[in-house]
């Protein structure tokens, strides 16, 4: 859609919330989302410069706009989920999870059985789940059979077949493993008692089931029956040692939804745990993948709300890593500093970085399970769309990295025949660069690594992709003049955020489609220089090679020196922070002490 035919409907939009809807040339729903003011947020697609390239793809696509008038943000949030949820647009957020989870079905029947199911059907019964894993529903079902008496059979048992007398018990009746309602043993009260002690076990809640079993106990030891008191007291022994094996947290933590992120370029991991009576019921990760210019913050919320729905969560308590808008009525959002909630925040945490190593692990062992033929048609469609003059087999890419505005460091990654050249990857410490400065950064280390090629006169590669915009662009190819390399081998930048490729002297950049075999070859080798570079940092962190520079002022100690720089989040920011800002956070001499060593002055602070 044009701006100028936008600007004709745009006063017709409604400054209202509620959800929009874009649909393109043949009717398909491309985009569903929610706003506060339908008729600001609509118009912020076609009034800005639009830096995003799927954001771009989108815009040109709209041909026709809907949208719906809702009473409040809540009624916009859950009313966005459920269409997205529904159509699942193309442009929307897609939670990579096509699954069928397994449930614990409740059937509907007199003395209803319980069993394991995939599909839910509209019959009354009670679907418990869904559950991540089948081996965690048969771990449980193993468990409620050994402790809670509930048939297996699949016997008809209506009243009158059991007046009747139609049905004999079974070996399991011998075996103690059902109370045998088929000959009228077990009245349908005693049976309901058995199902909620099932539900109870499910949610993690086994003290009333332990406490239930006492009772029976010290019943049948009154009544001399000691077998079976002991039968019951095993049965007590065994929860009691399933419980402690369970419960992780505080058991007053009741009933709690924990969720953590891993956000990279395009994608986002997700990580899920239901706690409920001190007891994890629930773990699930899933991948996000981004289409436009999505926030963390947006991100996240749009997971939390989909995962909730998708696993039946009714919890008042949400903890999350930081805040998000999340407008449900009776929902608390929690982000723990500490304690037993802070726990198992870093639980997730840990659970979503296994996930996301390890699918980026398969990613490129997928990448290398490619054949030769496969690899070299990638190779053969990237010299194609980047006009090479020589098939790329030797690909480099550097990338720069710093530590909260501190601490710079630089990676680089080879790839050869389009596999990951894992002896050939270098990291650089920065050696001339006084502070960040990335464009000085990328022209020392491309300086090194070329230099240091040249002088074991080793192959150049064809590809030398920068990852930065024209200014680190620039600075490379500054190196490769330098070292008269001009022509032998070719420069491009990558944008960070809107994956466009910059050649040098070109003033318009290159846009692949997003979805082409160049742009995502492109964006495996950016991946591994960020995630080759990131390891490298934190090694360095964890060794403690890395020193807060604020540390340096005279006067000014660790612990003070880290308490800005969390404050604060860079050294940077530090340095431009007012003079009330510091003087909150550690007093009038530390912020002389600061002053004085950015600027060499003497200046005079006020407090106050």
Known sequence: MEQETFQQIAQTIPPEPGIYKYFGSSKELLYVGKAKNLRKRVSSYFNKTLSNYKTYELVR???SIEFTLVNSEQDAFLLENSLIKQYQPRFNINLKDDKSYPFIVIKKENFPRVFLTRRKIPDGSEYLGPFTSVARVRELIDFIKANVQLRTCKLNLTPGNIAKRKFRVCL?????????????LQTEDDYADGLRRLKNILKGNLGPVINGFR???KEAAAQMAFEKAEIIRKKIEHMENYQ?????????????????????EGDAYINYLMVENGTIVQTHTTEAKTQLEETDEEILSFSIAQLRDRFNSSAPEIILPFPVEYPQEGITITVPRAGDKKKLLELSEKNVNYYREETERKKMLHLSKKTPDERREVLEQLQKDLQ???LPVHIECFDNSNFQGSFPVSAMVCFRDGLESKKDYRHFNVKTVEGINDFATMKEVVYRRYKRLLEEEQTLPQLVIIDGGKGQLSAALESIEELGLQGKLTLVGLAKNE????????HESLKLPYDS????????IRDEVHRFGISFHRNKRSRGTFKNELENIKGIGKHTADQLLKTFRSVNKVKGASDEELIKLVGVS??????NYFSGQTDEIQAG
């Open 388 to 390: 090479l003059s020589e």
């Open 244 to 264: 402690s094996r369970s419960v992780i947290v505080n058991k007053h933590i009741t009933q709690v939804d924990v969720f953590s992120m891993f956000r990279n």
């Open 215 to 217: 009772v029976e106990m």
């Open 499 to 506: 994956e466009e490729i910059f050649f040098a002297g070109d």
């Open 61 to 63: 696509r709209i041909h």
């Open 517 to 524: 075999l160049s742009l995502k070859f492109i964006r495996k």
């Open 172 to 184: 399991e009746y011998h075996l103690g493993n059902c109370k045998g309602p088929c000959e009228g």
């Open 590 to 595: 530390k912020t002389r002490l600061i002053r």
